[in-house]
């Protein structure tokens, strides 16, 4: 009879058990099907990478082989439009994070009359939908007859990537403590080495996070791009021309190269990050 309790109460509390242990990693387990559902695009372009299909289309699995990772640029105007890609987005990102930096400092720390007004004009491209920036651009530079190319490109890179480096400096800049800087200055600091040696180290997480956004939004536009470029073609106008009439491995081949550059980044900055705790505590 005892040992008949003893199962029925062994019974009872394993569903518990197994309740409280959901209970307890619920948010690891969604969590983690976030990033599969995220990562899953990224190893499916990893995989067809390897692929040789029979046709022009590379949408269906036929047989592994490495011919495209031996010959990038293979396919014609490929390798062109990546570099234009990569030249413009780390333009846009330099002039974006400047402007956007200076901003940011001006909006946290000073007030003046229109700083209101600044500040939501400095939110609507990040709410407004690309295809209005887009046409909005575009036409402005028809009315001033400037020819569309790489310099039309490259100004409204710079226009939509600015809101997301001033976001990200000002929330930076808001959260800084102002007795570091008049610290500094107690001890004789001027003002250009209070900023270089107190200010900005600490906004550099700040202005590092927008422009790295920057460079990732600036290379992977295709709306505002397409509007404004005339015939002038980046990676992604052509990666878009080349689904019409048949998508090389080749283009596999890039994005997989640029995940796993993104990637290795991420794991050196978590890494650098960690390293200087350890420092810091011992």
Not at 6 to 27: D, F, M, Q, V
Not at 194 to 221: E, Q, Y
Request: hydrophobic content about 50%; aromatic content about 10%; overall charge positive.
């Amino acid at each position: 009879m005892a040992v008949h309790e003893t199962t029925e109460a062994t019974a009872a509390r394993t569903p518990n058990r197994g309740l409280r242990w959901l209970r307890r990693n619920i948010i690891t387990i969604a969590g983690l099907c976030t990033l599969g559902y995220l990562i899953l695009p990224n190893l499916v372009v990893m995989v067809f990478s390897f692929n040789k299909p029979n046709g022009r289309f590379n949408y269906q699995w036929q047989r592994f082989s490495t011919d495209a990772w031996s010959d990038p640029c293979g396919v014609a105007d490929l390798c062109g439009s990546l570099g234009l890609s990569l030249q413009i987005a780390l333009w846009a990102t330099v002039g974006a994070t400047v402007l956007g930096t200076m901003i940011a400092f001006a909006l946290a720390r000073y007030r003046f009359r229109a700083r209101s007004g600044v500040n939501t004009l400095i939110f609507l491209p990040m709410a407004m939908p690309e295809v209005v920036m887009a046409a909005s651009l575009a036409t402005l530079f028809l009315n001033m007859g400037i020819q569309f190319g790489f310099w039309t490109i490259l100004i409204a890179h710079i226009m939509f990537c600015l809101s997301f480096v001033v976001t990200a400096v000002k929330a930076r800049v808001m959260s800084m403590d102002p007795r570091l800087e008049q610290a500094a200055q107690d001890l004789y600091a001027s003002p250009v080495q209070t900023f270089l040696r107190v200010t900005l180290p600490i906004a550099a997480p700040g202005i590092a996070a927008g422009a790295l956004l920057s460079f990732a939004l600036s290379f992977d536009d295709f709306i505002i791009t397409n509007f404004n470029a005339g015939s002038t073609v980046t990676f992604p106008m052509f990666v878009w021309g080349s689904a019409q009439r048949g998508t090389p491995v080749q283009i596999n081949v890039i994005g997989t190269a640029m995940f796993l550059v993104a990637v290795l980044c991420v794991v050196m900055g978590q890494l650098a990050g960690a390293r200087r705790k350890r420092s810091k505590r011992s």
